[in-house]
Each structure stands twice: as C-alpha cells, then as structure tokens.
C-alpha cells in the first residue's frame, strides 16, 4: 500500500454564532483517524485500546483548538498521565495544516498528579508555554480546562456520533446562560435554531514530517562511539519523537 497516495483530510469549519457571540469550530476527523491507523501499520505498531481513544480524542481537540487560535501558530501538547504512567504527545500546525502525535509508554516520569503543558510557537517570536493540573485522562476535560485558565475565555468540547468533535469558543459579550446551558444533543442543531456565518473552511491532515535525513543529525553525538549506539549490533531502529514512526540506521549512516 502507498500510504502517500491514501492521505485523505479532514474539512474543518468555523462558524461564528451571530447574537450569541460564540464561535463554533467542527470536524469529522474519520479521515485522520485513518491515516492515523494506516501510519501505525506502516511502522508496526498498536497502542492499547484505551490509550489509542485518548490520542485519537486529543487529536480531533488540538486540531479545533487550532483553528480558533492565530493561522500562524504551532502548537504541542504533552500530557504527563500519572494512572496509566504516559506522556500524552500530539502537536500540530496552522500554516500547514496538519496534526500528528504518539504515546509514550516507557521511561516515563512519575508525578503524583496529570500535567498538561502547552506550546506555542510563531514564526520569528519566543515560544510561548503553559502548564495546568487536569483532573481527569478525558482531552476534551483538558481543552475546557485550558480555555479557562489559559485563554481567558470559556470553552466547550463535544464528542458526537461517527467521529466527530465541536469546539464552542466563547467571544466578547458572549451569551453567559445560553453557552452554559448547551447540551450535547443541542449542539447538532445550532445551525438550525441560530442565526450563523460561515467564517473559514481548513483541510486538515495526519502528517508528521519526519524522514531518516531529518533524525540522523540527532545521532551525530554518537560518531565518535558507535559501538555504545549499537552494542555490537550491525543495525538499530530509532523512532520519531513525534510521531514513533520506526527507522532503521546503519554505522555508515552516522
């Protein structure tokens, strides 16, 4: 399978909800997610079930957090998990379009609570970075929970039927009692009971960007003591910190 060829994205709109001052970001994130599973059978991997849901749901998040932020930002999120012990990895782009992530189940460190740290990067400035204490392992908990600590302004997430997600964003002067009373069986028909205006269509995709040219420079520490790399082995695999795709390298190589 030519796993290029079989990318498909994911159409992600922007509504603003006229009266109500809230912004309404939405997606089916079936296409991702599909990408997603094709990357882990490429690379020959699988993530226990519990641990794959809770990527896939901080996936569909960043990328609606994303479009209601700035087009020129990148942003990472990791999640340090004290029960199961994970880091939570998921990062993504505005200019490109494009979201990527792993888990990380070994060498983790032990915390007596779950961190989520956030950053922010834009072309040409310091990185921004934030930290929160999460209660729970839900990512859409950890967005609302980010929205009121860290973007001034409240925020709610909604998990649908057939893979997809709605991000509720609230604006100046927004509708205190109606955003708060919003359920999620509400939420299908916003666009029917409220006047609203489509503000911008995304096309977002599962991309990482890693390639073996891009990961061998982090080797280069190595050159000088090859057999403490390889322990008298004749190749390694070393994997992508951002999305664990698996590499082979060879002594030459480094």
Not at 19 to 43: E, K, W
Not at 97 to 105: D, Y
Request: net charge negative; proline share 5%; aromatic share 10%.
């Amino acid at each position: 399978m030519d796993y290029e060829t079989t990318q498909e994205s994911t159409t992600v709109e922007s509504f603003f909800v006229r009266h109500r001052n809230v912004l309404m970001i939405r997606g089916s994130f079936a296409p991702i997610y599909t990408d997603y599973y094709l990357h882990l059978m490429q690379h020959g991997l699988r993530n226990p079930e519990l641990l794959d849901t809770t990527l896939k749901d901080a996936l569909a998040m960043l990328t609606l957090h994303l479009v209601a932020r700035p087009w020129n930002e990148t942003i990472a999120w990791t999640v340090n998990i004290r029960a199961p012990r994970i880091n939570l990895f998921t990062t993504g782009s505005s200019l490109h379009e494009q979201i990527t992530g792993r888990v990380f189940t070994e060498n983790v460190r032990e915390t007596d609570r779950n961190l989520f740290y956030s950053q922010t990067t834009v072309p040409d400035r310091d990185s921004r970075r934030s930290s929160l204490e999460v209660d729970s392992t839900d990512p859409l908990e950890w967005v609302e929970k980010l929205y009121e600590r860290s973007e001034q302004r409240p925020g709610r997430a909604f998990r649908l039927p057939d893979e997809n997600f709605v991000l509720l964003a609230a604006q100046p002067d927004y509708d205190e009692e109606w955003f708060a009373a919003i359920t999620t069986e509400d939420v299908p028909c916003i666009e029917q009971r409220e006047e609203t205006k489509l503000l911008e269509t995304r096309q977002f995709r599962w991309n990482c960007g890693c390639t073996l040219e891009r990961i061998l420079p982090a080797l280069g520490a190595w050159r000088d003591q090859p057999e403490e790399l390889f322990k008298g082995e004749r190749e390694i695999t070393i994997q992508c910190p951002r999305c664990a795709a698996k590499f082979s390298v060879t002594r030459d190589m480094i």
